[in-house]
Nanobody, 122 residues
Framework: VQLQASGGGLVQTGGSLRLSCTASGGTFSRLSVGWFRQASGKEREFVAAISWRFGTPNYADSVRGRYTISRDNAKNAAYLQMNSLKSEDTAVYYC????????????????WGQGTQVTVSS
């Protein structure tokens, strides 16, 4: 499975961005999808995930209420709508996929996209 993340960019504090993750080469509908981010000098951290079976979302506390994860299996795509962005949201965002249910640990994801930079300026 190949994943490609896109949609990052430069946005002002309080603004919004929508990230996309498109998949190819596998059965996307059977994969749970996660978004992770890595700020400069920090470890990669869990942001959000959506399950393959029921589309159940889950979020890190730091983004809950501001971010929304979704998926469109017909398009082999997942999305991360990010609203009310803060400077601390600045990071490279990665999408990842795994067989089975949602996991928060990045080590449990088999497939990774290349990352897309999100920069929030004040």
């Amino acid at each position: 499975v190949q994943l490609q993340a896109s949609g990052g960019g430069l946005v002002q504090t309080g603004g919004s961005l929508r990230l996309s993750c498109t998949a190819s080469g596998g059965t996307f509908s059977r994969l749970s999808v996660g978004w992770f981010r890595q700020a400069s000098g920090k470890e990669r951290e869990f942001v959000a995930a959506i399950s393959w079976r029921f589309g159940t979302p889950n979020y890190a506390d730091s983004v809950r209420g501001r971010y929304t994860i979704s998926r469109d299996n017909a398009k082999n795509a997942a999305y991360l709508q990010m609203n009310s962005l803060k400077s601390e949201d600045t990071a490279v965002y990665y999408c990842a996929a795994r067989q089975g249910g949602i996991q928060f640990r990045r080590e449990t994801y088999n497939y990774w996209g290349q990352g897309t930079q999100v920069t929030v300026s004040s």
